[in-house]
């Protein structure tokens, strides 16, 4: 199996599972990936998503075995990206949070994979690669979106070029990452963040997501227009009016998740 799912209530905790190539992606991973993906959406008990990696490394981006180098002309990587671009999609589209626990090195779309998810935890140990530059590449699976809106162009453009091994703790102090935690405590920590999402008001961290997506490109204008409508939305949930009653009743809410 490249990839595991476990139950958890709440939650499902997916984990990458080619630990002998540090998970690098191949064809059959990333099919059981966006499968494992389109699972948790359809269960209604799952509320959060955590994402993870067996063995020492997150995930060593593209299995460079797996796509044909040719001596006479340039490879067909056009279908190889056409999956990565789901699988970037899917994790943005999700109607619900998503972890991510780096466990070890995240490599090319490996990094970018982790950063395409909400909330990005690094083991002490771990260190963000991308590694495109090395091998005649440019990042991708959202690399150059993601990396200038993270870390500033600056940044972004040296960790392109230079292609140079960032550690947690760095990636923490520039924003590129929620947090740093020691490795012993990593997936506990990540696991106890996924139970916590799982018991919040989903439907709105559903629409902070498409918000916050937006905010990337739209003028302010656009924004305020877009925050009047997920807002409306919003608030038309159960799960607003029970916040609200929770509030005066000084209690803590009983979220459901729930969209009407
Ligand atoms: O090219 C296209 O198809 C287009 C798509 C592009 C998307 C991309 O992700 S491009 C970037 C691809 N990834 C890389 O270039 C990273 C390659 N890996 C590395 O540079 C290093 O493995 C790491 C820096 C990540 C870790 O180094 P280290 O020294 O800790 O481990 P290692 O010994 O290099 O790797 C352990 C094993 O995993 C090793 O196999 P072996 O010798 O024990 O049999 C190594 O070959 C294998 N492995 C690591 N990364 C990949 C891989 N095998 C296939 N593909 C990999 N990406």
Known sequence: ???????????????????????????????????ALAEAEADPECRAILVTGAGRGFC?????????VKDDGPPDLKEVLE?????VRKLRGLAMPVVCAVNG????????????CDIVLAAKSANFIQAFARIGLIPDCG??????????TARA?????????????TAAEWGLIWQMVEDDRLIAEAQALAARLATQATTALALMK????????????????????????AGASPDHREGVRAFLDKRPPAFTGRRR
């Open 1 to 35: 199996m490249t990839v595991l799912v476990e139950k958890h209530p709440g939650y499902r905790q997916i984990t990458l599972n080619r630990p002998d190539r540090l998970n690098a992606l191949n064809a059959a991973m990333h099919g059981a990936l966006v499968a």
């Open 60 to 68: 060593a981006g593209q299995d460079l075995g797996d796509v044909a």
């Open 83 to 87: 999956r990565y671009n789901t699988l």
């Open 105 to 116: 090195v995240a490599a090319g779309a490996g990094a970018n994979l982790a950063l395409a």
């Open 143 to 152: 690399g150059t979106w993601f990396l200038p809106r993270l870390v500033g």
């Open 157 to 169: 453009r040296a960790l392109a070029m230079l292609a140079e091994p960032l550690p947690a703790a």
């Open 210 to 233: 498409r918000a916050l997506d937006a905010a990337a490109t739209n003028p302010l204008d656009r924004q305020l227009d877009l925050e009047r409508d997920l807002q409306a939305e």
